[in-house]
């Protein structure tokens, strides 16, 4: 448990979170029309791409992509202002896609720049059929971080059971093996995975600059206004 920040805890220390996912960039190479490789939320706004990030208004990757690009320009759970300002203008110059970023829509070649979770971003690269035409990396201008948290029913007929498969989920090799899966452990920074496992993962030093959420309440009343505010502010001024 000291190895597990104290963000990731509740405040009495009761639960913590299993593994993070943390907003990244999807990008095909080959679709980039001559342009470098983006590495920050700046980059995006100055590039001929596409940027696609699906539907904010019901997806949690979306909502969240909004988030992580108001964090990067000084923005945080209270503020998505500079978050919507910053899709509006790419809205504005007519490359802003509502395609979901997904494993089919990047097969059929609609996805240019996608904005997912690095473990989705991670999967899907895998997953396609020439992995080596995309990059998944975290913005070093910043993003943000959500987590999976791990309970114990109240009713659990065999709490001990669960308190046991609890303990395996924050060992080395529970740890190890959502690593596997390309989630981010949340003992990443402390362990010593398996080479295979390690090459699955994004670098530490691309999360330098990852904000965990750290108002829950207040994100949850901003992302139940953003779908009307994104309607209002950034679809309207689509192309």
Do not use: C
Not at 163 to 170: C, H, S, V
């Amino acid at each position: 448990w000291a190895q597990v920040p104290d963000w990731a805890k509740d405040k009495d220390g009761h639960w913590a979170l299993a593994y993070t996912g943390t907003i990244a960039f999807i990008v095909n190479k080959k679709l980039l029309h001559g342009s470098e490789v983006p590495t920050t939320w700046a980059d995006l706004q100055t590039g001929k791409y596409k940027v696609s990030v699906g539907d904010v208004s019901t997806a949690a990757q979306a909502s969240n992509a909004v988030l992580a690009a108001a964090i990067a320009n000084k923005g945080d759970e209270k503020n998505i202002a500079p978050g919507l300002q910053f899709f509006t203008k790419i809205a504005q110059q007519g490359r802003l896609s509502l395609s979901n970023p997904t494993i089919a829509t990047m097969e059929k070649g609609e996805v240019e720049v996608g904005l997912v979770w690095d473990f989705n971003g991670l999967s899907y690269k895998a997953k396609m059929a020439n992995p080596d035409d995309y990059v998944v990396l975290i913005p070093s201008d910043g993003s943000v971080k959500s987590g999976y948290t791990t309970i114990i029913n109240k009713y659990a007929k065999h709490p001990n059971a669960a308190k046991l498969t609890r303990e395996y989920i924050f060992s080395d090799a529970g740890q190890t093996n959502l690593a596997r899966g390309n989630a981010r452990p949340i003992r990443a920074e402390h362990l010593q995975l398996p080479e295979d496992v390690k090459a699955k993962l994004l670098p530490n030093e691309q999360y330098k600059k990852v904000t965990p959420i750290k108002d829950a309440d207040a994100w949850e009343k901003t992302s139940k206004a953003l779908p009307q505010k994104w309607n209002e502010e950034v679809i309207v001024e689509m192309k």
